[in-house]
């Protein structure tokens, strides 16, 4: 069984710009969440997909999307860059939804904005 | 869950020593209580979590966590420390009536002095 994955590792873009992440999910896992962590806090809950459709989201605003795709992997993407979007974007999977499930973490995605 | 404190950012102990994590949260409704630890260069993992039931779960790495719902509470123990916990600590919370989104502490950096 492979553990969730997530690319690219590091990313630098600029202000303005929009960013894709990639995430592969646990084979058999229907949901995958995203989370944003900034430096020295937890992670923040962005959204959550459920067989392809988004169940759930978090105080973050529209130009936060994503995608979820049949074949387990996922995609977060930001629009219009700002600086305060540098974070560890972080994913995790989960065989069903809701609370009572454990979350599988990826490794993450550091993201620097300039 | 509106908040989640961790109350300490780092807790320094020497190494067979006992610790104490403590975490405690607001919400208006019952809650499911998570703890997550990120080793040095890994992803987040479980390390335990309160559904139902007995007040006290307990990991297999000997931590034991006891939820106290009239003090809001669910501080994280070991009676003796190694080395190999050093880690990051994570509080969570998700309320019940809440498919899906956990709320998190900012983490609690576990120091073990030789």
């Given at each position: 069984?492979?553990?969730?994955?997530?690319?690219?590792?590091?990313?630098?873009k600029?202000?303005?710009?929009q960013v894709t992440?990639?995430?592969?999910?646990?084979?058999?896992?229907?949901?995958?969440?995203?989370?944003?962590?900034?430096?020295?806090?937890?992670?923040?809950?962005?959204?959550?997909?459920?067989?392809?459709?988004?169940?759930?989201?978090?105080?973050?605003?529209?130009?936060?999307?994503?995608?979820?795709?049949?074949?387990?992997?996922?995609?977060?993407?930001v629009?219009?860059?700002?600086?305060?979007?540098?974070?560890?974007?972080?994913?995790?999977?989960?065989?069903?939804?809701?609370?009572?499930?454990?979350?599988?973490?990826?490794?993450?995605?550091?993201?620097?904005?300039? | 869950?509106?908040?989640?404190?961790?109350?300490?950012?780092?807790?320094?102990?020497?190494?067979?020593?006992?610790?104490?994590?403590?975490?405690?949260?607001?919400?208006?409704?019952?809650?499911?209580?998570?703890?997550?630890?990120?080793?040095?260069?890994?992803?987040?993992?479980?390390?335990?979590?309160?559904?139902?039931?007995?007040?006290?779960?307990?990991?297999?790495?000997?931590?034991?966590?006891?939820?106290?719902?009239?003090?809001?509470?669910?501080?994280?123990?070991?009676?003796?420390?190694?080395?190999?916990?050093?880690?990051?600590?994570?509080?969570?919370?998700?309320?019940?009536?809440?498919?899906?989104?956990?709320?998190?502490?900012?983490?609690?950096?576990?120091?073990?002095?030789?």
């Amino acid at each position: 069984e492979t553990g969730v994955t997530q690319s690219p590792t590091h990313l630098i873009k600029t202000r303005g710009q929009q960013v894709t992440l990639r995430c592969s999910s646990q084979s058999g896992h229907n949901t995958v969440s995203w989370y944003q962590q900034a430096l020295g806090q937890g992670p923040q809950f962005i959204f959550q997909y459920y067989r392809e459709e988004e169940n759930g989201r978090g105080n973050f605003p529209p130009r936060f999307s994503g995608l979820q795709f049949p074949n387990y992997s996922s995609e977060l993407n930001v629009n219009a860059l700002e600086l305060d979007d540098s974070a560890l974007y972080l994913c995790a999977s989960s065989p069903g939804q809701g609370a009572l499930d454990t979350q599988y973490f990826g490794p993450g995605t550091r993201l620097t904005v300039l | 869950a509106q908040s989640v404190t961790q109350l300490d950012s780092q807790v320094p102990v020497f190494e067979e020593a006992p610790v104490e994590l403590r975490c405690n949260y607001s919400s208006s409704v019952s809650v499911y209580l998570f703890w997550y630890v990120q080793y040095p260069n890994q992803g987040l993992q479980l390390l335990l979590k309160y559904l139902s039931g007995s007040t006290l779960v307990e990991s297999i790495n000997g931590f034991e966590a006891e939820f106290n719902k009239s003090q809001t509470s669910f501080h994280l123990r070991k009676p003796s420390v190694h080395i190999s916990d050093t880690a990051e600590y994570f509080c969570a919370v998700s309320e019940r009536n809440s498919n899906y989104q956990l709320i998190w502490g900012a983490g609690t950096k576990l120091i073990i002095k030789p």
